[in-house]
């Protein structure tokens, strides 16, 4: 079955499988684009639900094609996502800055994947990641609803970009807690039921980390994210945090970008070089993560000394730099700050 046939019997077909109440339903069928993601998609409204999911045609086709489900079970699950019951939320509320502003947060996400979308929405680049902003509209157990904020609605809140964002990265480490465990913990918590428990008290960073490390010490691999575990990755940009880390390692660190849900931190001192690392990240990347939710290939590297989180090409690269201006006799430097400056008109 071709894809085009496919889409037109999910259309057809999927009326049969839901509840009277949908009889008059619209469905439209429409391009998405979200980060790390491009697909078909069908959405199902009624005049009471013009808020409703939108389901991945591509996902379906996908698992009918390979044999994994027949057309009928697959439309049946799309039904099932249909009468999902969606938050209320008034639409009309998300154009005024004051109703969502205590609802942002931010996500990272890879800047070259993700540039088609990137240009529609407020952003700021971060090495080769993307910080972007996000409107938290369910925080349920279990759930992470949320849209992304556009050019359009920025304007419409007439604010900067500037101060979306630091609303945003402020707010986040409130609404979504950062959450710092052992590897082996993350491990075993999927061993045991395939979920990692949220955490149910406020967490408190300095006795976190302690518990994390205590059990492993410097050595410690550290999965770092949020409380959800989704989208979690942005975590390692919440104030203290990797500075708490690096203290307590006694090290500068080393930043896996495991996936866009989590990142692992370790002692620059107990790791191996970061060429190594980076061979490892991809091997993971395109062996085991899935494309929607890969954040990079690069490793990156916190140093603490200078708070700053770079690639670690890129880290090695500035203390070379160093070395060598440092190593540079003084009357070298001072003809090359001479050639610097030449052009500069002089301060009056």
Do not use: W
């Given at each position: ?225 949020n409380n959800k575990f989704q989208n979690g990755a ?67 590297h916190y140093d603490a000394g200078e708070r700053v ?40």
């Amino acid at each position: 079955m071709k894809f085009d046939e496919f889409v037109s019997k999910a259309q057809n077909d999927i009326r049969a499988f839901l509840p009277e109440k949908f009889s008059n339903a619209e469905i439209e069928i429409h391009e998405c684009r979200k980060l790390n993601e491009r697909y078909t998609g069908m959405i199902i409204r009624t005049e009471e639900s013009p808020i409703a999911p939108t389901i991945n045609l591509d996902y379906f086709f996908k698992r009918v094609n390979e044999g994994e489900i027949s057309m009928a079970e697959a439309v049946n699950e799309m039904s099932e996502i249909t009468r999902t019951e969606i938050p209320s939320f008034d639409v009309d509320k998300i154009t005024d800055y004051k109703n969502v502003k205590d609802r942002l947060f931010i996500r990272l996400s890879n800047y070259e994947a993700n540039r088609g979308i990137l240009d529609s929405v407020p952003h700021e680049e971060k090495e080769n990641l993307a910080i972007t902003c996000h409107v938290l509209v369910d925080n349920s157990e279990g759930r992470m609803d949320s849209f992304i904020i556009n050019n359009e609605l920025l304007n419409n809140y007439g604010i900067s970009r500037e101060e979306l964002l630091s609303d945003a990265k402020e707010n986040t480490c409130r609404i979504l807690p950062v959450r710092i465990e052992p590897i082996e913990f993350i491990f075993n918590q999927y061993l045991k039921d395939g979920n990692i428990e949220p955490e149910k008290n406020e967490p408190d960073i300095d006795k976190m980390i302690d518990r994390a490390v205590g059990l492993f010490g410097e050595t410690s691999l550290l999965v770092v994210s949020n409380n959800k575990f989704q989208n979690g990755a942005a975590a390692i940009l919440y104030p203290d945090v990797l500075d708490k880390l690096s203290e307590k390692l006694n090290s500068d660190l080393f930043i896996l970008p495991s996936s866009t849900h989590e990142v692992i931190a370790v002692s620059e001192n107990h790791a191996p070089e970061y060429h190594t690392l980076e061979k490892i990240i991809r091997e993971i990347n395109y062996t085991q993560v899935d494309p929607r939710e890969r954040l990079s290939d690069e490793v990156y590297h916190y140093d603490a000394g200078e708070r700053v989180l770079e690639k670690a090409g890129n880290y090695y690269k500035r203390i070379m730099d160093k070395e060598r201006t440092n190593r540079m006799p003084v009357s070298d430097r001072d003809i090359r700050s001479g050639e610097k400056n030449k052009d500069r008109s002089p301060e009056i």
